[in-house]
């Protein structure tokens, strides 16, 4: 019985330890491939080490968390710097993944996301000679903390302005009912400037448009984001705009199984669903990512907050399908100006 | 309030939500009816959920998807069976264990076969059913035909699990063994080969659970894209009190909490309150309206034959 019992408590052992690592094992992969790849590269550059800790949506979320990973991975080969990544299995794990980084020396840590804003505050605090990217954060009071903020508000204006044109339009996929969808993951600030920024969009160019505005409380349930969204169409709409995360590929695969347009968030998402994804509002996350690393490699590295929006480049939209006629797409970009040049300003407060 | 009620999308919003709870639910009354916790059917459903994915998109057959998805559920029942009859470890550590593995497994899984993309996206997906006749019918048409084909096979599979635990022998000695493992073997009944087939049928009915998150609504698969719901499951089949029919009833009724609050996510009221709902529901189940549950009295209890 005893026997057992000690058989037991090592199998658990392993079977928990197999689990850690099988968290942070494709990492360490990654990290020993670029450190082979770049034997040609300077050396000072490799010896410069970027961590990347993901929120809990993971690597593959379709969304901010790879567009973050497609930033570091560029910086590896075109800045030859070297690069490593831990992805959060929930919350709590954050301050442990960031420690870890910060740790094992690395010069720039990058964290992803609004909800570990206060993981960060605490580990840059313990490590001020490491120096930190926040994404979608406001973190101002430290000189080692760069926060990356991205005025999404605009870019969620510019499809919302083609959602309302859209609704003016007929064709198979659009109903009569003048009513398009929003279904955002949890009721958070980067979340809901996309929102406020698509329901003044929409406003602008079709007051009499209904936008339905939906939370399904995470990012990581696409049943429930399919059946929010097949909501939402029954309710009579017939584009849904997600922001969502993994949440949102039930969206899109809502809106392709009942013949409507979805609209994309923070990566161009066409590839999920060619004939149904109308376009993508684009959080460049990667552009952020790679030029952070740049400046932090070149001395440059800035703290405090860095705005992205339309005018840099940091967000947009992404090249609309055939079934947008150019004469919208045109009216689109003469909004894009507007913002740009500062006659219109988008608010980031959602409507009630 | 008469037009949210009226939707159909409300009733099969409450059917689509309802299968993958109603699935585990269905599973651990098996499990528990013979003798064993089993918290892992959150785990199952996900390493289900995975390779229903992996194999329908090798196979580029979704029913192949399915099966694969049954058979990996199956095993890793059999070994939680294993460390759990045979060795008589702690059945609820070993459930966490099976839970916490199978969420890293996946994600480990995703990354090396699949890359950072994601699942590819021409994945197969189990068809939905159209019944004739009934799909003709205006309101109830809507809501009762043209559903995923698990969602038919469940209603299936919960009559058919009600006749075999209540009506068949091999039935009653699974419960037998479940309340009185002792006088089971006395009268001649294998303990060790009924919990055996228990666990292993929770490990069935949870893969398709499982299946039908990743290729019977979508066709893809996300880490941890069961979100907990193996664990409302257990809530279900408490409050089912450990039969296929109280189980479904339970599973139901989440289900309709949560298709109430994506109804009412655009009405007059706080969508704070609203995303509050399903919770509220299940606690206020729970505690009150379900009355007396009585676990099988053997219920987590190891079983060590008798020499």
């Given at each position: 019985?005893?026997?057992?019992?000690?058989?037991l408590?090592?199998m658990?052992?392993?079977?928990?330890?197999?689990?850690?690592l099988?968290?942070?094992?494709?990492?360490t992969k990654?990290?020993?491939?670029s450190?082979?790849?770049n034997?040609?590269?300077?050396?000072?550059?490799?010896?410069?080490?970027?961590?990347?800790v993901?929120d809990v949506?993971?690597?593959?979320d379709?969304?901010?968390?790879?567009?973050?990973?497609?930033?570091?991975?560029?910086?590896?080969?075109?800045?030859?710097?070297?690069?490593?990544?831990?992805?959060?299995?929930?919350?709590t794990?954050?301050?442990t993944?960031?420690?870890?980084?910060?740790?094992?020396?690395?010069?720039?840590?990058?964290?992803?996301?609004?909800?570990?804003?206060?993981?960060v505050?605490?580990?840059?605090k313990?490590?001020?000679?490491?120096?930190?990217l926040?994404?979608?954060?406001?973190i101002?009071?430290?000189p080692?903390v760069a926060s990356?903020?991205?005025?999404?508000?605009?870019?969620?204006?510019l499809?919302?302005?083609m959602?309302?044109?859209m609704e003016?339009?007929?064709?198979?996929?659009?109903?009569?009912?003048?009513?398009?969808?929003?279904?955002?993951?949890?009721q958070?600030?980067?979340?809901?400037?996309?929102?406020?920024?698509?329901?003044?969009?929409v406003?602008?160019?079709?007051?009499?448009?209904?936008v339905?505005?939906?939370?399904?409380?995470?990012?990581?349930?696409?049943?429930?984001?399919?059946?929010?969204?097949?909501?939402?169409i029954?309710?009579?709409?017939d584009?849904?705009?997600?922001?969502?995360?993994?949440?949102?590929?039930?969206?899109?695969?809502?809106?392709?199984?009942?013949n409507?347009?979805?609209?994309?968030v923070?990566?161009?998402?066409?590839?999920m669903?060619?004939?149904?994804?109308?376009t993508?509002a684009?959080?460049?996350?990667?552009v952020?990512t790679f030029?952070?690393?740049?400046?932090?490699?070149?001395?440059?590295?800035?703290?405090?907050?860095?705005?992205?929006?339309?005018?840099n480049d940091?967000?947009?939209?992404?090249?609309p399908?055939?079934?947008?006629?150019?004469?919208i797409?045109?009216?689109?970009?003469e909004?894009a100006?507007?913002?740009?040049?500062?006659?219109?300003?988008?608010?980031?407060?959602?409507?009630? | 309030?008469?037009?949210?009620?009226?939707?159909?999308?409300?009733?099969?919003?409450t059917?689509?939500?309802a299968t993958?709870l109603?699935?585990p639910?269905?599973?651990?009354?098996?499990s528990?009816r013979?003798?064993?916790?089993?918290?892992?059917?959150?785990?199952?459903m996900?390493?289900?959920?995975f390779?229903?994915?992996?194999?329908?998109?090798?196979?580029?057959s979704?029913?192949?998807?399915?099966?694969?998805?049954?058979?990996?559920?199956?095993?890793?029942?059999?070994?939680?069976?294993?460390?759990?009859v045979?060795?008589?470890a702690?059945?609820?550590?070993?459930g966490?264990?099976?839970?916490?593995?199978?969420?890293?497994?996946?994600?480990?899984?995703?990354?090396?076969?699949f890359?950072?993309?994601?699942?590819?996206?021409d994945t197969?997906?189990?068809?939905?059913?159209?019944?004739?006749?009934i799909?003709?019918?205006?309101?109830?048409?809507?809501?009762?035909?043209?559903?995923s084909?698990?969602?038919?096979?469940?209603?299936?599979?919960?009559?058919?699990?009600d006749y075999?635990?209540?009506?068949t022998?091999?039935?009653?000695r699974?419960?037998?063994?479940?309340?009185?493992?002792?006088a089971?073997e006395?009268?001649?009944?294998?303990?060790?080969?009924?919990?055996?087939?228990?666990?292993?049928?929770?490990?069935?009915?949870?893969a398709?659970g499982?299946?039908?998150?990743?290729i019977g609504?979508?066709?893809?698969f996300?880490?941890?894209m069961?979100?907990?719901?193996?664990?409302?499951?257990?809530a279900?089949?408490?409050?089912?009190?450990?039969?296929p029919?109280?189980?479904?009833g339970?599973?139901?009724?989440?289900?309709f909490?949560?298709?109430?609050?994506?109804?009412l996510?655009n009405?007059?009221?706080?969508?704070?309150?609203?995303?509050?709902?399903?919770?509220?529901?299940?606690?206020?189940?729970?505690?009150?309206?379900?009355?007396?549950?009585?676990s099988?009295?053997?219920?987590g209890v190891?079983?060590?034959?008798?020499?």
């Amino acid at each position: 019985m005893k026997k057992l019992r000690a058989v037991l408590s090592l199998m658990l052992a392993f079977v928990l330890t197999l689990s850690l690592l099988s968290g942070c094992s494709s990492a360490t992969k990654q990290q020993q491939s670029s450190q082979s790849n770049n034997t040609t590269q300077n050396a000072k550059n490799k010896d410069f080490k970027v961590g990347l800790v993901t929120d809990v949506g993971g690597i593959n979320d379709h969304s901010f968390n790879q567009l973050a990973y497609q930033g570091i991975e560029k910086a590896k080969s075109e800045l030859g710097v070297t690069v490593n990544f831990i992805q959060s299995k929930q919350q709590t794990d954050y301050v442990t993944n960031l420690t870890q980084f910060a740790q094992q020396k690395y010069n720039l840590v990058i964290a992803v996301g609004f909800l570990m804003k206060d993981a960060v505050e605490q580990v840059s605090k313990e490590f001020p000679d490491t120096k930190f990217l926040i994404i979608d954060s406001d973190i101002t009071d430290r000189p080692n903390v760069a926060s990356a903020t991205f005025k999404t508000e605009q870019c969620g204006y510019l499809v919302g302005v083609m959602a309302g044109l859209m609704e003016k339009e007929k064709n198979s996929k659009l109903n009569d009912q003048n009513v398009v969808g929003v279904v955002g993951g949890m009721q958070i600030p980067p979340v809901d400037s996309y929102i406020a920024g698509f329901q003044q969009g929409v406003k602008a160019v079709n007051p009499d448009t209904k936008v339905l505005v939906s939370y399904t409380g995470n990012f990581n349930d696409p049943a429930s984001g399919k059946q929010m969204a097949l909501t939402q169409i029954s309710q009579g709409a017939d584009i849904v705009f997600h922001v969502a995360g993994q949440t949102g590929d039930g969206v899109i695969n809502a809106a392709k199984e009942k013949n409507v347009y979805a609209i994309g968030v923070d990566a161009d998402q066409n590839y999920m669903a060619p004939d149904t994804v109308m376009t993508s509002a684009l959080k460049k996350v990667d552009v952020a990512t790679f030029e952070t690393i740049k400046n932090a490699l070149n001395n440059n590295f800035k703290s405090g907050l860095v705005y992205f929006d339309l005018a840099n480049d940091g967000v947009g939209y992404a090249k609309p399908i055939k079934d947008v006629p150019q004469s919208i797409v045109d009216k689109v970009n003469e909004y894009a100006n507007k913002i740009k040049d500062g006659t219109i300003k988008v608010s980031d407060q959602v409507q009630k | 309030m008469k037009e949210i009620l009226l939707n159909p999308q409300l009733w099969s919003a409450t059917l689509a939500m309802a299968t993958p709870l109603a699935l585990p639910a269905l599973g651990g009354t098996f499990s528990e009816r013979s003798g064993v916790v089993n918290i892992a059917m959150e785990g199952i459903m996900l390493i289900a959920a995975f390779f229903a994915v992996l194999f329908a998109h090798l196979t580029g057959s979704a029913w192949l998807g399915l099966l694969g998805a049954v058979i990996v559920g199956m095993i890793v029942a059999v070994i939680f069976a294993w460390a759990a009859v045979t060795l008589t470890a702690d059945q609820v550590i070993l459930g966490m264990a099976i839970n916490i593995f199978a969420s890293g497994f996946t994600a480990y899984l995703l990354n090396t076969i699949f890359g950072f993309s994601g699942t590819p996206t021409d994945t197969p997906m189990l068809p939905n059913i159209n019944i004739p006749i009934i799909k003709n019918i205006p309101f109830v048409g809507q809501i009762l035909s043209g559903n995923s084909i698990i969602v038919y096979l469940m209603i299936i599979l919960i009559f058919a699990s009600d006749y075999f635990l209540f009506h068949t022998n091999l039935g009653l000695r699974i419960r037998a063994v479940g309340e009185n493992p002792e006088a089971a073997e006395t009268a001649g009944i294998n303990v060790i080969k009924l919990r055996y087939l228990g666990v292993a049928l929770s490990g069935l009915f949870s893969a398709i659970g499982g299946a039908y998150l990743s290729i019977g609504l979508l066709n893809s698969f996300s880490t941890d894209m069961s979100s907990g719901r193996g664990y409302i499951a257990l809530a279900a089949m408490i409050f089912g009190k450990w039969t296929p029919f109280g189980s479904f009833g339970a599973a139901l009724l989440f289900g309709f909490a949560t298709a109430l609050s994506m109804q009412l996510q655009n009405s007059a009221l706080s969508k704070n309150i609203i995303m509050m709902l399903p919770y509220i529901l299940t606690v206020l189940a729970l505690v009150g309206v379900g009355g007396k549950s009585v676990s099988p009295a053997a219920d987590g209890v190891p079983y060590t034959p008798k020499k």
